[in-house]
């Protein structure tokens, strides 16, 4: 596990969004998060890619283009 500095401690109590920070070789840019914070942005993207499946599985249904559940279990 990768340390904090006293910097990036700072930074992310005054931004508990995050912070961005800067690789000086790469200049590859990366986001410290608290680990909660973390956590409910991944849990949101689950939530909202499952909705999105189950409008998808409507609309296929609606259309008739779906498998049958007898077919889908085979």
Do not use: W
């Amino acid at each position: 596990m990768v340390k904090l500095t006293d910097e990036q401690i700072a930074a992310v109590k005054q931004n508990p969004e995050g912070v961005s920070c800067e690789d000086s070789t790469t200049h590859r840019l990366y986001f410290i998060v608290d680990e909660h914070f973390h956590r409910r942005v991944l849990l949101a993207l689950r939530q909202q890619h499952d909705l999105s499946a189950i409008r998808q599985a409507v609309a296929q249904m609606e259309a008739g283009t779906g498998i049958p559940l007898h077919e889908a279990r085979q």
